[in-house]
């Protein structure tokens, strides 16, 4: 039987500004560009997840106004199942201003809108039809309390669970014993670690692999970090493996993690068990994405990755996944 990736996230319009370098406090400066398109975490992951090959079902809310039409039909195009995006009636379309400067750096300030309006009602409804075999993505622009609602009605359901702990957690409520794969970035790292008492101490707690170590010790699942240029780590159990990145010259790093985290998800959802050659993959596509300028209109398709994957480094090690019951 076919399975699904379930993705509970955010969905945003996105106001990209090109400018020459970031502003100073209380300096203005001009952008050379501006364009508005879909995206938020949870529409990017989606839509990377669905153009990897996955069957995808999106589950998150829009506001009653142009950008919600925009970024619905996005998603559609892309081939995501949107029956279970609602419609939140007097309310905006999540929102976010990406300043993008020469290099591809950005900086993003995002106004909720319609994804505070996101339920643990909406997400019951949207994971009915969840199965064991089937996947469930998370991230953290939606309410703690629904992803982490979300998180536990999965595994009763005997899906499998990734959380992007994206932005950075304020508080341990969505690090629960549901997960079955954290995905995080060094700085998201340091705050789940924190959060669970995983960062403090010595030795192999301060660097990066023996932060993924404790932290997936403490938390009872395997944990992806990614470092950017210098790659990603990953664990399960007791081993650590470095996943190379693929060198490219950015211009845009706005939806990098999101394709790298939808890639992961597609992958996972269609058997793989061998996280290093799944992260592979994923490092292969964020690749892409870092190229092109935008959040959605960047992420590749499966078929635009041959060539980046075949530079991939993917080391000697294979790191296998198992899911808990």
């Given amino acids: 039987m076919p399975t699904t990736v379930f993705v509970v996230g955010s969905l945003n319009a996105d106001q990209l500004l090109e400018v020459p370098a970031f502003p100073a406090a209380g300096e203005t400066v001009l952008a050379s560009d501006v364009l508005i398109t879909a995206g938020g975490k949870g529409g990017n992951q989606a839509v990377a997840a669905a153009r990897a090959g996955a069957a995808v079902v999106m589950i998150g809310a829009l506001g009653d106004d142009a950008h919600g ?58 994971l009915a039809g969840a199965a064991p075999g089937d996947l469930v993505l998370l991230q953290l622009e939606t309410p703690v309390a629904v992803v982490a609602h979300a998180a536990r009605f999965a595994k009763e359901r005997g899906a499998t669970v990734v959380l992007n702990a994206a932005p950075a957690p304020a508080d341990s409520g969505c690090l629960t014993t549901d997960i079955d794969v954290l995905v995080v970035n060094q700085v998201e790292m340091r705050a789940v670690a924190e959060l669970v008492g995983a960062g403090t101490g010595t030795g192999e707690t301060r660097d990066v692999p023996g932060t993924v170590l404790a932290t997936s010790r403490t938390l009872n699942c395997a944990v992806v970090c990614t470092t950017g240029a210098d790659g990603a780590y990953v664990n ?81 090690d294979s790191t296998q996944l198992t899911t808990k019951g």
């Fill in 69 to 126: 039409v925009l970024v619905r039909r996005a998603l559609t195009e892309s081939g995501v199942d949107t029956r279970w995006v609602r419609t939140a009636d007097g309310t905006h379309t999540g929102t976010a201003v990406v300043a993008v400067e020469a290099g591809g750096e950005n900086r993003i300030i995002v106004a909720s809108g319609a994804n505070a309006r996101l339920t643990s009602q909406d997400v019951e409804a949207g």
């Fill in 236 to 316: 399960v159990g007791d081993r650590v493996a470095h996943i190379s990145a693929v060198q490219v010259t950015a211009v845009d790093t706005t939806a990098a993690g999101d394709t790298y985290t939808g890639y992961l998800a597609a992958a996972l959802a269609r058997g793989e068990t061998d996280l290093t050659a799944a992260l592979t993959t994923a490092s292969a596509a964020a690749a892409v994405t870092v190229t092109r300028r935008g959040a959605m209109a960047s992420i590749p398709y499966a078929h635009e990755i041959g060539p980046v994957a075949a530079h991939a480094g993917p080391g000697t």
